[in-house]
């Protein structure tokens, strides 16, 4: 529950993000960033939502993709533009827009995509803009294509629950200290998928669970449902 407070403290020096953040999550966040990393092939046309400082898009670049990067924030993106003029071949496969999660729809309209990818950003959303987002990306997907979700997400056990809940409380203080803003982890995803027409095809748990990377696709499909994964 701290993972989101702490990442937008460490926002603050961009340039130390990635490396900051892999240290909170003891090591998580890098793999998860390999994990999606896998997703990605030649020729493939990818959006990184919350693309942040760049690591995953120039890694993406590297395996041949063509990759759009979307994120609200100007001192991440300047990073991010500082590392691409270190690598000029790859300036060629990366389309950056400085814009917010409810902007996309609107921006890339015209535009469809193999993958989609969202790490870490979700939470950061309100509930309204987190739905419409969810949504929009269904409809960016070319057919076969994915949306790859990796977040801090509210458990769906009860007693689970009731530990966050406490939890919640405890680090509210501190957390709204560091961030002056409310936020939580991912709450309401199962109604937010099945309202833009996805399902969960799979899961990997990270971090005890207090992490997890999903894999959506476009409608009923012979997999597991949000529910049973």
Request: charged share 20%; hydrophobic share 45%; glycine share 8%.
């Amino acid at each position: 529950m701290l993972i989101y407070g702490l990442m937008k403290y460490v926002e603050s020096v961009p340039l130390r993000y990635d490396k900051v953040m892999n240290v909170l999550t003891l090591g998580r966040h890098g793999q998860a960033r390999e994990i999606l990393l896998n997703e990605v092939k030649a020729g493939m046309e990818v959006l990184d939502i919350g693309c942040g400082t760049g690591v995953f898009a120039l890694a993406a670049a590297e395996k041949g993709a063509k990759i759009t990067c979307v994120d609200a924030s100007a001192s991440m993106l300047r990073i991010f533009r500082q590392r691409i003029s270190q690598r000029p071949d790859l300036e060629p496969s990366l389309d950056i827009r400085e814009c917010g999660a409810a902007s996309i729809g609107h921006v890339l309209k015209d535009r469809r995509f193999d993958l989609v990818t969202a790490s870490l950003m979700l939470g950061e959303l309100p509930a309204s803009v987190r739905t419409h987002t969810i949504r929009v990306s269904g409809t960016l997907l070319k057919d076969g294509g994915r949306f790859v979700v990796c977040d801090e997400f509210w458990p769906r056990n009860p007693f689970l629950s009731v530990v966050y809940h406490l939890l919640f409380w405890i680090f509210f203080i501190p957390n709204f200290l560091l961030t002056r803003t409310l936020i939580q982890p991912v709450k309401g995803f199962d109604e937010d998928i099945s309202s833009a027409g996805l399902v969960i095809a799979k899961r990997y748990s990270l971090l005890m669970g207090a992490m997890a990377i999903l894999w959506l696709e476009p409608g009923a499909t012979e997999g597991c449902t949000s529910r049973a994964c």
